[in-house]
């Protein structure tokens, strides 16, 4: 069964340079999630779209933007890097009205960014 | 707001003996609770989940949950462990986002 695909796998970037993370869900989920796990750290939430809209926003960095786009995969955009961004990025999926209540979400492996 | 508790970073449990991975959480309403386990350089993968019904929830590779609503608990378990279940575990409660508890790295000895 297909997956959620992140690309790419790994990423390494200098300080203040730019990253851009892509997230393609699940066919038919119309939900993403972007999660940022640091090193020995529990996943923490970013933001999230619905339908092409933005449905929720966490502890997301304002150097950090993100979209949905027509065909529902993500990108994660994120500018000025700083060596505190260096982290296991996860986006998941999941169908449904933009809630968790009677679904699971669906991870992708990630994408390790490092920076340098 | 919602949080998770995993009370324990590292559980170490014999090969063939039961486990029990802790976690308690805090919720307004009725709470959507999941397990997840990540493996080494892998991304999270669903272990079950808590939405209503049976206190008791079965999932994948063995594992079950118990639903304590008087305790506001949700642990873990296995009957008989495997080397191969050794992982980080990771408890979340959702409403519209899923919230990680910090996580618990299960290692089972041989």
């Known amino acids: 069964a297909a997956g959620v695909i992140q690309s790419p796998r790994h990423l390494i970037k200098e300080k203040r340079e730019t990253a851009t993370l892509k997230c393609y869900p699940i066919?038919?989920?119309?939900?993403v999630y972007w999660y940022q796990q640091g090193p020995g750290q529990d996943p923490q939430f970013l933001i999230s779209?619905?339908?092409?809209?933005?449905?929720d926003k966490g502890s997301i960095p304002d150097r950090f933007s993100a979209q949905q786009f027509s065909d529902y995969h993500s990108e994660l955009n994120m500018s000025s890097l700083e060596l505190g961004d260096s982290a296991l990025y996860f986006c998941?999926?999941?169908?449904?009205?933009?809630?968790?209540?009677?679904?699971?979400?669906?991870f992708g492996q990630g994408t390790r960014l490092t920076v340098v | 707001a919602q949080s998770v508790a995993q009370p324990e970073d590292q559980v170490n449990v014999a090969e063939g003996n039961p486990l029990t991975v802790k976690c308690t959480y805090s919720?307004?309403?009725?709470?959507?609770l999941f397990w997840y386990v990540q493996y080494p350089n892998r991304g999270l993968q669903f272990l079950l989940k808590?939405?209503?019904?049976?206190?008791l929830v079965k999932g994948s590779y063995g594992f079950e949950a118990e639903f304590n609503k008087s305790q506001t608990s949700f642990h873990l378990k296995k009957p008989s462990a495997l080397v191969s279940d050794s992982a980080l575990y990771f408890c979340?409660?959702?409403?519209?986002?899923?919230?990680f508890g910090t996580g618990t790295r299960l290692t089972i000895i041989p």
């Open positions: 998941a999926s999941s169908p449904g009205q933009g809630g968790w209540s009677d679904t699971e979400a669906f």
């Open positions: 066919p038919r989920h119309d939900t």
């Open positions: 779209f619905y339908e092409k809209m933005q449905s």
């Open positions: 919720v307004s309403g009725n709470p959507y």
């Open positions: 808590y939405i209503t019904g049976d206190n």
């Open positions: 979340a409660v959702s409403s519209e986002k899923l919230t």
